[in-house]
């Protein structure tokens, strides 16, 4: 129903099936998408990332596709290569990346919300001494399904409500903690706490990646 337009009469998700028309029409040896979604409201953006999976997986062709977006990056790749400053950072699955970062900036920018990390100085006493020597100075990493909401004085951690993101299937509960550190926690329940709330947090320390002062993994739990 569009062969009569244009391509400059379609809208942008009518032009990305195009273009990946005209390219299929070639039968190529490999794709080359450069952020191909960014330009995308986020309905399409959505839409399209399926697209381009059914097409990868219908083709078999391989595919190298760039992206700012980790979401992208985590539910289309086989194989993920973080670059920085023309560097790279590390290469793996999204998995092995996301279960094993290579240091922090992987572990941030894997994940949403991203990992938790917290100075080692602002962790209470009881924390600190599980983490590893070369850990001095650093920080710890944790994922927010690690950390666990309970009522004020049963968790390890003592802390304030600061926002709240109800999501439906999830909450997402940031928590200030009593030294001065920042938690997001991960719930699969919906929760009545309101900003401002006093809450006790505890973490799994045995799912904690531990950094030092310069970002590097000094300790990593087992996946």
């Known amino acids: 129903h569009l062969l009569d337009r244009r391509p400059s009469q379609l809208s942008g998700g009518q032009r990305q099936r195009v273009a990946m028309g005209r390219a299929l029409a070639r039968q190529p040896q490999l794709f080359l998408f450069d952020e191909p979604l960014s330009n995308l409201d986020a309905k ?94 650093g920080s710890m990493g944790l994922r927010p399904e690690a950390v666990t909401v309970v009522p004020k004085g049963q968790g390890a951690i003592t802390g304030q409500v600061e926002l709240v993101e109800a999501l439906g299937a999830e909450t997402l509960l940031y928590v200030r903690t009593a030294e001065g550190a920042q938690l997001v926690a991960r719930l699969s329940e919906r929760t009545l706490l309101l900003p401002g709330d006093a809450v006790s947090l505890n973490v799994a320390t045995e799912q904690a990646h531990w950094f030092d002062p310069a970002g590097r993994v000094v300790g990593h739990y087992a996946a």
């Not at 092995?96 to 100075?119: E, H, K, S, W």
């Open 44 to 137: 399409l953006r959505v839409e399209m990332r399926a697209e381009i999976k059914r097409l990868h997986q219908a083709s078999g062709i391989t595919s190298v596709y760039v992206t700012h977006d980790q979401v992208e990056a985590m539910t289309l790749a086989d194989k993920v290569v973080v670059l920085r400053d023309g560097q790279i950072e590390q290469v793996g699955t999204p998995l092995q990346l996301y279960d094993r970062p290579a240091n922090q900036f992987v572990a941030q920018f894997i994940g949403t919300p991203q990992m938790n990390v917290v100075p080692c100085a602002q962790l209470p006493a009881a924390v600190q001494q599980q983490a590893p020597a070369a850990a001095a100075g």
